[in-house]
């Protein structure tokens, strides 16, 4: 079963508004978590991560939050900008697995409308 | 909800040894998987396309001699490092198109650890 969740495949929102994506996950195990966006025809490009140690952290524009009682992170964009359209992995680990194996969740489209 | 898996999770190898990494779709026919290899900043690089039944498609820089990639059937790809050598020790991650899904949406396996020593 899908371990990391994405529910929202897609979302829209208009320019200089706040995007939010969220993700789920079900393994109390994961210690860490990242976002990616991923251009068409493109890998996907990491954005920002946190540790669970943390429930928030803040790089210019992005900010993840990590609530780790409900298993839920989510990804805030303010402003959100038309570059920012693209689609937008979230990924777990259990970073004391030395493996270090990811789980993504299957993506959320997000379109920002000038 | 669909899964991908990945075999082997991690794999430690000597210098010049072939190794080869499956890529499975456990509850969907995939007639497109992808192969991605993980560099500094945890970025993901595509290295290529797989159609189930034909070549693969491999993006510029991406040797196919080396890294062999096979689609054989639609739930199962493999990717072969031939020969690998220290630089090839990488995370590589496979994620995998639901052909049913009628969507975009791509599911990403756990990836696999490879050092060659």
């Known amino acids: 079963d899908q371990q990391v969740k994405q529910n929202s495949p897609s979302l829209s929102v208009q320019e200089g508004r706040i995007s939010i994506l969220n993700c789920d996950y079900t393994?109390?195990?994961?210690?860490?978590f990242l976002w990616y966006k991923k251009y068409p025809a493109e890998g996907p490009t990491f954005l920002i991560s946190?540790?669970?140690?943390?429930d928030k952290n803040e790089d210019g524009r992005f900010t993840v939050f990590l609530n780790k009682s409900a298993k839920h992170l989510s990804l805030h964009i303010v402003p959100s900008q038309p570059g920012d359209s693209a689609v937008y992995f979230c990924?777990?680990?259990?970073?004391?697995?030395?493996?270090?194996?990811?789980?993504f969740g299957t993506g959320t489209s997000l379109t920002v409308i000038p | 909800g669909a899964v991908v898996s990945q075999h082997p999770s991690r794999v430690i190898c000597k210098s010049g040894t072939s190794v080869k990494i499956e890529c499975r779709s456990l509850?969907?026919?995939?007639?497109?998987m992808f192969w991605y290899r993980q560099f500094p900043k945890q970025s993901l690089m595509l290295m290529a396309t797989?159609?189930?039944?034909?070549?693969?498609?491999?993006e510029q820089g991406v040797e196919k001699d080396k890294f062999l990639i096979n689609h054989a059937s639609l739930t199962l790809s493999t990717l072969t490092v031939a020969s690998a050598h220290p630089e090839d020790s990488s995370f590589y991650i496979c994620?995998?198109?639901?052909?049913?899904?009628?969507?975009?949406?791509?599911?990403f396996g756990p990836g696999t650890r490879l050092t060659v020593l």
């Open positions: 994620s995998a198109r639901d052909a049913g899904a009628g969507t975009d949406t791509q599911y």
């Open positions: 393994n109390s195990m994961f210690d860490y």
């Open positions: 946190i540790s669970s140690i943390k």
């Open positions: 990924a777990a680990s259990d970073s004391r697995n030395t493996g270090n194996q990811f789980y």
């Open positions: 509850d969907f026919q995939a007639t497109t």
């Open positions: 797989s159609n189930e039944g034909s070549k693969a498609t491999y």
